[in-house]
């Protein structure tokens, strides 16, 4: 019988997932690390989560620095995911991001939105880290079509519908 985890992960694979980069700074450098753990927990106050696994540097400097960025990427921002996910590498970011210092972290640039976080909660979960954030800036870029996972793969979203107008511009 295959292996519960086994399962789990490919279950979980086939959960598409909108992509962001996890903005924080190591030896005063930004760094960015891909996750899909990410979603909002509350609207009042403004609470968001992301889960990141423990040992990474990121989850370290989030611990020092008590704030995060998360980037929201859109469909032609592979690369930038793909430099974020890159196992066993330095992560400095510095080509793909601009600092905000109203916000205080690093976004990600033409990224569809960034979210600025000072930590509110740390959660030991498992292998993971969850960072609860209090939302303390938000800055909205082009309204894109988003990047998506699914199945190991990146890849995009399409709808059949009328495209909104955006609840903010
Ligand atoms: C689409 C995608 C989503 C990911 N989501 C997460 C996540 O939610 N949390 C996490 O800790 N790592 C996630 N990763 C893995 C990290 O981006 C990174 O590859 C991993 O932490 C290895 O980095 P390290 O060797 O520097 O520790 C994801 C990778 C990809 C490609």
């Known amino acids: 019988m295959e292996h519960v ?16 980069v996890v903005t924080t700074e190591i030896d005063g450098r930004p760094w960015g690390v891909t996750v ?3 979603c909002s927990i509350s609207m009042s106050p403004p609470l968001m989560l992301v889960s990141l696994f423990t040992s990474n540097a990121s989850s370290v400097a989030i611990k020092e620095q008590q704030r995060f960025g998360v980037s929201l990427l859109t469909n032609d921002q592979t690369d930038v995911a793909k ?12 080509e793909f991001v601009d600092f905000d210092s109203f916000g205080k972290t690093h976004m990600v640039k033409d990224a569809l939105a960034h979210v600025h976080c000072k930590v509110d909660q740390v959660v030991e ?11 303390e800036h938000v800055s909205l870029g082009e309204l894109k079509d988003p990047l998506l996972y699914f199945h190991r793969e990146f ?15």
């Open 83 to 94: 430099a974020g996910a890159k196992p066993g590498t330095p992560k400095f970011f510095e």
């Open 5 to 20: 985890t086994d399962l789990f992960k490919e279950a979980m694979g086939r959960l598409a997932a909108g992509v962001t």
């Open 125 to 135: 979960a498992g292998d993971h880290t969850i960072f609860i954030g209090r939302v």
């Open 155 to 169: 890849g995009s979203f399409t709808t059949e519908l009328e495209p909104k107008e955006p609840i903010v511009k």
């Open 36 to 38: 899909s753990a990410c």
